[in-house]
C-alpha cells in the first residue's frame, strides 16, 4: 500500500468523526473473545482480533467503540488481564466502566478441517442480556475475510435495538493469514507491555507478509513520530 491512500484513509476517518461531532451514539465495547483450549497456543490472537473488531465497527460510522487501550487499563485496574473467558456478569461490570452500552464478547473454536469459527454475541449492558449473536468461519486461512463477515452480522444485530441504520465496511481486497494475524496480535501485546522494539519488528514482520494491512502500517508509522 502507498503512502497516499494511508493519509487519505485518515483524512476520511477524520472527516466522519467531524460529521458525527455533537451527535448521542451508541457506545460499543470489544471484549476479548475466549480462544477455545484446543487452540492454546493462539491465544493472543484474541488482541488482534479485538483490535480488527474495533476498527471495523468505527467505519460504520455511527457508533462510538471503546479503545482497546482503554479496556488494557480497565482489565489491569480490574486484576482480569488473564482472565480467561468473560461471563456475562463480568462483561455487564466492564461495560459500566467502559462506559459502554452493549459489549461484543464471544469464542473462537477450531472447525472441521483445520478451519476457526468465530461466535459472537452482543451483550446490552443497561440490560443484562444477550441481544444479538452472530459467527463466522475462516476459511483459506484468511483471517480478515472472516472477521468482515462477522462484524456484518453483529451490524445487523445492532441495527434494530440502536435503531440505526449501521454499514458494513468494504471489503479489504487483501487476505489476512491467520499466522500473520497472530504476529500483529503479538506486537499488540508489545505495545501494551511497553516494548517498542519489539513492537517494530513485529509489525515490520507483519507488513513483509502482508504490505496492504493498514492498522500494522498505521501502528509502525506512530512509533516513527
Known amino acids: 500500500m502507498r503512502l497516499f ?36 497456543e493462539l491465544t493472543i490472537f484474541r488482541k488482534g482480533l479485538a483490535e480488527m473488531l474495533i476498527t471495523d ?7 462510538s467503540v471503546v479503545e482497546r487501550s482503554r479496556l488494557e487499563e480497565v482489565l489491569k485496574e480490574q486484576k482480569l488481564q488473564g482472565t480467561k473467558a468473560f461471563d456475562q456478569s463480568t462483561a455487564v461490570r466492564l461495560g459500566q466502566l467502559l462506559g459502554a452500552q452493549y459489549q461484543v464478547t464471544g469464542t473462537v473454536l477450531p472447525h472441521v478441517k483445520g478451519k476457526l469459527l ?3 454475541r452482543v ?15 475462516v476459511v483459506d486461512d484468511d483471517v480478515l475475510a ?8 453483529l451490524l445487523k444485530g445492532l441495527t434494530d435495538p440502536t435503531r440505526l441504520s449501521l454499514t458494513p465496511p468494504p471489503k479489504r481486497a487483501y487476505k489476512l493469514p491467520l499466522q500473520t494475524a497472530v ?12 516494548q517498542p522494539e519489539k513492537q517494530k519488528v513485529l509489525l515490520t514482520e507483519v507488513l513483509k507478509a502482508q504490505p496492504d494491512f493498514i492498522l500494522a502500517r498505521v501502528d509502525l508509522a506512530a512509533l516513527a513520530k
Open 146 to 153: 472472516g472477521e468482515q463477515e462477522l462484524v456484518a452480522k
Open 5 to 40: 491512500p494511508l493519509v487519505v484513509w485518515l483524512l476520511a476517518s477524520v472527516a466522519w468523526a467531524q460529521a458525527d461531532a455533537g451527535t448521542a451514539r451508541p457506545v460499543v465495547s470489544v471484549l476479548y473473545f475466549e480462544i477455545d483450549d484446543r487452540l492454546g
Open 183 to 194: 504476529t500483529y496480535a503479538q506486537a499488540l501485546d508489545a505495545k501494551d507491555a511497553k
Open 123 to 137: 451483550i446490552s449492558v443497561l440490560e443484562a442480556r444477550v441481544i444479538a449473536s452472530a459467527r463466522a468461519v
Open 118 to 120: 468465530i461466535d459472537a
Open 57 to 63: 465497527l468505527v467505519e460504520s460510522r455511527q457508533l
